[in-house]
């Protein structure tokens, strides 16, 4: 078993429309959690972190379940430029903070 | 601010040829450091890290090396590349908030092995 899973996609939806992502990670230890895009040829960034309790920016919805041990990404009224590859991310802690990166879900928005 | 600086950014090298790609932070001191790489359509792996000068960690058996000869400075290499090392490699340094760890990127080199 991966130990970041992503259903890769893509996720086709038009403009306005509310797309969700989810991501399981295998390792119950993990500390913590995070979301990064990714357009295409270029380096990954940062979106947002996930937290306990969910958390929320502007569109974008972020929410962690520890007992199910997955993870989620919402996104309100989606825009052409949110056309990229969303990477979910866990932390597993200790001294190096090694992070370990799902192979991505790819949206595509279209008129 | 912190910044990271990656070169260069696409490299096209014949099969056993050597490599060194190079990495260096600014801003920041004794930064943790990775090196990733992602292949076409699959998904970031972690190569190498390190927590400190001369200190690296592999993560997967391979035909690279890292090395760090200074803090803010993390080298790739190897001494003959093979067809399978082509990919896109990305340098990165980890901060921690206050929160939690985030990691931040390189821009990237992408290396095709021909």
């Known amino acids: 078993r991966k130990e970041v899973e992503q259903d890769p996609g893509p996720f086709n939806v038009p403009e306005g429309a509310t797309v969700a992502f989810n991501c399981t990670y295998s390792n119950s230890a993990s500390q913590s959690f995070f979301w990064y895009r990714q357009d295409c040829r270029k380096e990954p960034k940062l979106l947002m972190s996930?937290?306990?309790s969910g958390n929320e920016d502007g569109r974008f919805t972020a929410q962690l379940n520890r007992a199910s041990q997955y993870i989620s990404l919402l996104i309100r009224d989606s825009k052409l430029s949110d056309s990229a590859t969303y990477l979910c991310?866990?932390?597993?802690?200790?001294?190096?903070?090694?992070?370990?990166f799902g192979t991505g879900t790819r949206l595509q928005v279209t008129l | 601010s912190q910044t990271i600086h990656q070169w260069p950014a696409t490299l096209v090298q014949p099969v056993g040829s050597p490599l060194s790609l190079e990495c260096t932070v600014e801003?920041?001191?004794?930064?943790?450091l990775y090196w990733y790489r992602q292949a076409a359509g699959r998904g970031l792996q972690l190569l190498f890290y390190s927590v400190g000068i001369g200190q690296i960690s592999s993560e997967v058996p391979q035909n690279l090396s890292a090395s760090r000869p200074q803090d803010r400075q993390f080298i790739l290499s190897s001494k003959k590349l093979l067809l399978s090392d082509s990919g896109f490699y990305l340098c990165a340094w980890t901060a921690w908030t206050g929160i939690n760890t985030e990691a931040f990127f390189g821009q990237g080199t992408r290396l095709t092995v021909v």
């Open positions: 801003g920041t001191s004794n930064p943790n």
């Open positions: 991310v866990v932390n597993k802690g200790g001294t190096a903070s090694k992070l370990t």
């Open positions: 996930v937290y306990s």
